[in-house]
């Protein structure tokens, strides 16, 4: 179902996302915008946003250098 937004913008809730992490050597553009040294270490994350209908709505690729990123999971059992 879409919905509008305060400007009229129609807007779709998104079901599912997608994630893909996984390192890399920074490009020679990247590194002059990130401010680092081509080659060195990186994780890239793309994210991929589906709608309820498993239509592709929007992907992000972000490009973190390896001290730019800290992920925390937490796990919980339910039901037990």
Known sequence: ALNRGEDSTLIEKIKELKQEV???A???????????????PALRVIRYYYS??????????????????????RWRLTGE
Not at 26 to 40: K, Q, Y
Not at 52 to 73: E, G, K, Q, W
């Open 22 to 24: 996984g390192s890399i």
């Open 26 to 40: 920074i490009s020679r553009d990247i590194a002059e915008l990130l401010g680092v040294e081509a080659g060195d």
């Open 52 to 73: 309820r209908a498993d239509i592709l709505l929007s992907v992000s690729i972000n490009i973190y250098p390896a001290d730019r990123f800290n992920i925390t999971t």
